[in-house]
């Protein structure tokens, strides 16, 4: 997005577009060409670093611009650090010197531009030259972002400046990746540019869940929670759009989900039923695309299939589920349980913060909760259920992988300790006399962070640690901790839970500790399907990527899915890090179009089983 | 307080008493009795336990009552683990079998019914019954407790209840100490019965401490508030008492202290002044001795010297400082700083949780803001300051020791640490990928243990420990750790602060997190004087107990007057297990009146000096 002073030739400046206009690239001219042709085409991508496009150049043929795209971000962490900082270096900074000179290059001033870098008031300019500063006195670089957002629009002035507060509380590691990261990003936009590339269904997907997004509880944030004014409007805005799209029937059953149905082929005799799907409520100040992609993605995909006018061997459900985060009920999985017939009448009786109970709210929103029941699908039919979602973790990220494929979702223990020991003045209790309820808390922190750390894809948190009513003199007679482990395996988990009971008990022990277990929470793990999950994997690397296999650690509505079907789940990469139920949240329409790409993929292998 | 079924010989019962009783016992009749003889005179002080007292024997000659108690309990502490069973189990249950079937000895019987443990309802009798089988499966042997508490009188059966409750929480080694020490406690109730001990002193230092208690800011409590009612009433009844006792003159003065003087012997020319004294403001829910017994202890004296018609050769004021807890103003030592002319006036215009300024609440009773200055005491004049304080702390208590000499008033520094990590998702975050604060936090904490744990005098805690908005599903992006950091010698303590400094770095460096760091307050150890330690030393070797030389973890107001003149302190024990601060803060008559011949004796060696 920003280029040095000295534009490279192949970067045309906006006068001289038109009439030098280079041809359009395909992927075949780029896999056919010569280093030096491919490296000359696509100069620019990665600022004053041919380096880079050379060394991609190495990896052709590339199946896929996703391909493409992943071997030059390879090529990048591959790169010694000296090489990474000249590459980072060769970024100017945003609205500095060069800007101000009129040195930029076409690109650079015309991302700038976009933003309305050029436009600044005097204040706010003086707020960027200061953010300059302190940026390049913490990090020693200048500070880079793609000005063109993650979903491919321009970030605003007020959006850059809350991004470059963040990042300039970075570790200097942490900003030293997030800077290459951005330059991806950067390389990534430009290249939409240059190679043409299918993008309908990643830019419809992203213009949905902007639209879905502006259908919230409160006005200055994304919090769409169970049977809300804005729940139901974001229930009708679903219906709508599968409507539109060409689903055969739509139909809200009587906890609220939205069940769009597009139906066999007609020559198929008896046929079975896949669904898809995931859930359209969100947790406080959440995001907009964890849960909403399942939804928005299959919709998208029926209206390709309809509009085609082609049918699938099997009847396909795109569920948008009423409830999945708990937040209102503090029960989860409400769409997805009713759904395959597993729901608790229980649940009806209880009540939100304000005292309604679930019961009501149903009939307020026109639903029959004596009806729940009978909207179950058959589930004899059901012969897949498979879940889009992005990751809401860094792991994908991490990678610069768009894409992952699902192994299992995590089982997890939940429980909270209250830890007792003597409450005792600070200055007279002599070290070795003391029963400090927070140092056991510390030795258990760090044992399970031991014990979980010893183990792939075993994960362990002590998100509560709180000493109540601690006071700076007083030594800590009572520590609250809690405990959440999660892995793929069941057993793997209660191995560890197992081995960490044990070390609690000699660790309070050993100091005089007293200990009140309780569980809040067990739940057995969903391991997916092999036989399907190879077909994702083969889906991905037919687009010449690696078909990286990685748990949930986080449930999701197959968790309920899997106790009457075989499921399986894609994951697509979380932006910022992974940072997820957060406004922050975020993913690019390229992703999303590969995401899409790959589901129809996987929904022609689907249909050779059939 | 228990005798087994079969009553020994020596233990006369109720109705033979008055035909049987023995010739007073004396210290010089048990120092030159045979060791037959004196276990026979001593016999029932420990249950069926000649072996104490035959031990106890070889360590005559006794200077002291006191000595010989700590004789007795330093053989039980020195026996054998099975020895000390067999005696805790040589006692009765409380209100137990024995007891019904009328098997208990005239002492147990006796001590019982003082505590209307024969007067039970049949509900209070079944919780008893309850508590005895709880407690024994617990810890395999019998409950014991002095029923004639602390203070000499009876405890009521809620109180044993509730001590009953609170030790079944204790860890088995605790509770097996505890029941040691209860025998010890039982052994000099008894030994009081035989062997006549001056008790004047501590008695009346125990009543007035419980008068002082009924003046409360708070109805169930003892909470005494800087000029609030019942402050200004513990004023006036200090006041009284020192009127009373015979000092020369008494006044409030502008802060609130009230000061006594007992005027030195006319004979002597230009008398040097020394004075002792402590704050009777408390903490909200403290217990009565903290700051009072250094108030009573030496008003009794000075009673007594007068009684007698003895003059010191110096001027004695005793102070009762008006503050020192700094619980209504967030300012700490008001009374002891005014009273040494380095009162910050600026503290005036501190405001409370009510919203009223200090040089208001001053006015309104009735004291004048514009004279704290003037009340200051001439400094040139003072020679020494001594305060006789409740340790506050279990090192005399673990010790089985009535009284410590302190070495030193620590030095602290308080600091409050702000982590920040990043919150992210408990599920989906792998280990390797975290910036848990809490598990910094967690490191820190152990970090702290184990620098402070390394060096004689040092302490260090963290008392405040919190993860904000803790989820158990998060993890913790923040984390809030207090440290307190104290030691008897300043560069001790900064070395220890020093090398913390270091590590957080290092911890945070590792894990990614940033660290701010707030100090709260620091303040310079205050050494107490080596001459005039030596005369509590020489004291308390007098009576042929060991002196025990210990650092003040706590701070006191001798801190203040350090700033202008030798200081010296006495600890006494604090009884369960050193909890102060706190209601169950307790000490006994029979230390308090060790304290005060020890501070009559003291008053006499500094006579020396005069």
Not at 38 to 56: I, K
Not at 400 to 428: E, K, Y
Not at 594 to 605: P, V
């Amino acid at each position: 997005m920003t280029t040095p002073s000295a534009p490279t030739p192949s970067t045309a400046s906006p006068a001289s577009a038109s009439i030098a206009a280079p041809a359009p690239l395909t992927l075949d001219v780029l896999n056919a060409a010569s280093i030096g042709d491919f490296t000359q085409r696509l100069d620019g991508l990665y600022e004053h670093s041919p380096w880079v496009m050379e060394r991609a150049a190495a990896r052709r043929p590339f199946r896929s611009a996703a391909a493409l795209k992943f071997a030059m971000a390879t090529a990048v962490r591959e790169a010694t650090r000296e090489e990474q900082l000249a590459l980072i270096r060769a970024h100017p900074e945003l609205a500095g010197r060069a800007a101000i000179a009129g040195e930029l290059t076409a690109d650079s001033a015309g991302e700038q531009a976009r933003a309305g870098l050029n436009a600044c008031s005097p204040e706010e300019f003086a707020t960027l030259q200061a953010l300059n500063a302190d940026y390049r006195a913490r990090f020693g670089f200048p500070f880079i972002i793609a000005v063109r957002g993650p979903t491919g629009a321009g970030l605003t002035r007020t959006q850059i400046i809350a991004a470059w507060q963040r990042r300039l509380r970075h570790a200097p590691d942490q900003e030293f990746n997030e800077a290459l990261r951005q330059i991806d990003r950067i390389a990534e936009i430009r290249l939409a540019d240059r190679l043409p590339q299918p993008r309908a269904f990643g830019e419809q997907i992203m213009q949905w869940a902007e639209t879905l997004a502006s259908h919230s509880d409160s006005p200055d944030d994304l919090t769409c929670t169970y049977l809300t004014p804005a729940h139901r409007a974001a229930a009708a805005q679903i219906a709508a759009w599968m409507q539109a799209a060409g689903f055969d029937s739509v139909r809200h059953d009587a906890i609220g989900n939205v069940v769009g149905r597009y139906r066999a082929d007609p020559a198929v005799d008896a046929p079975a039923l896949v669904s898809t799907g995931s859930h359209y409520d969100t947790v406080r100040n959440g995001g907009k695309y964890d849960g909403r992609l399942g939804v928005l993605l299959p919709i998208v995909l029926v209206e390709h299939l309809h509009r085609a006018g082609r049918r699938l061997p099997y009847d396909l459900d795109v569920v948008a589920f009423a409830e999945e985060e708990g937040v209102r009920y503090g029960s989860t999985f409400l769409g997805s349980s009713a759904y395959v017939g597993r729901f608790d009448p229980a649940v009806l009786d209880a009540v939100d913060a304000q005292g309604i109970a679930m019961r009501d709210a149903l009939r307020a929103a026109g639903l029959d909760p004596e009806a729940i029941d009978a909207a179950a699908v058959d589930v004899a039919r059901l012969k897949h259920y498979f879940e889009v979602h992005i990751e809401q973790g860094p792991v994908l990220f991490e990678r610069n992988l768009p894409v992952g494929v699902v192994t299992s979702i995590a089982g997890s223990v939940r429980r909270m300790l209250t830890l007792r020991g003597v409450a005792s003045h600070a200055g007279t209790t002599p070290m070795n006399m003391r029963r400090d309820a927070a140092a056991a808390a510390a030795e258990i922190v760090l044992a399970v962070e031991r014990r979980c750390g010893s183990t792939p894809s075993l994960v362990g948190t002590v998100g509560v640690l709180t000493v109540p009513n601690g006071s700076v003199n007083v030594i800590p007679g009572a520590c609250t901790v809690s405990l959440d482990i999660r892995a793929a395996d069941n057993a793997v988990r209660d191995a560890a839970v197992a081995d960490l009971e044990t070390e609690i008990a000699a660790i309070c022990a050993r100091r005089q500790i007293t200990v009140v277990t309780e569980e809040l929470m067990r739940a057995a793990a969903a391991p997916c399907a092999p036989h399907e999950m190879a077909y994702w994997s083969d889906a991905i690397a037919a687009r010449g990527l690696p078909a990286h296999a990685l748990p949930s650690g986080a449930g999701h509505d197959a968790m309920k899915l899997a106790d009457v079907a075989p499921i399986t789940m894609l994951f697509t990469r979380c932006g910022n890090g992974g940072i997820s139920h957060n406004p922050l949240e975020i993913m690019t329409a390229d992703d999303a179009q590969l995401a899409a790409d790959l589901t129809l993929d996987f929904l022609e292998r689907l249909a050779t089983d059939a």
